[in-house]
């Protein structure tokens, strides 16, 4: 059974850093493209970054491009999001995905795994 499970969530004050992971099971990522989104309270989900199974290319939203960083291990087939200088618009359940029918810019389109979401919180 191919599934996403997610870790690494929490709180921190504006301008601190958290790193979310994926560990995949039941498939591969680098076969696939991955990414992120992310729901903020009262909004829908929103892509934020997606990574081309390709060659790695990867596409940010301006919302998080040089803060927050895709990456994964393939030895431990595990997908990561590095996310620094935080801020309190930031607060989200964020939830990894791959699969799918490839990237649209940021947005993985129609992905065919997703992790079940890690909540963020940025607050003082």
């Known amino acids: 059974q191919a599934q996403l499970v997610g870790s690494g969530g929490g709180s921190v004050q504006p301008g601190g850093s958290l790193r979310l992971s994926c560990a995949a099971s039941?498939?591969?990522?680098?076969?696939?493209?991955i990414a992120w989104f992310r729901q903020a309270p009262g909004k829908e989900r929103e892509a934020i970054i997606c990574?081309?199974?390709?060659?790695?290319?990867?596409y940010y939203s301006d919302s998080v491009k040089g803060r927050f960083t895709i990456s994964k291990d393939s030895a431990k087939n595990t997908m990561y999001l590095q996310m620094n200088n935080l801020k309190s618009e930031d607060t989200a359940i964020y939830f990894c995905?791959?699969?799918?029918?490839?990237?649209?810019?940021?947005?993985?389109?129609?992905?065919?795994?997703w992790g079940q979401g890690t909540q963020v919180t940025v607050s003082s």
């Open positions: 995905a791959g699969g799918g029918n490839g990237c649209r810019g940021y947005s993985l389109q129609l992905p065919d795994y």
């Open positions: 990574m081309t199974a390709s060659d790695g290319t990867t």
């Open positions: 039941g498939f591969f990522l680098d076969y696939y493209p």
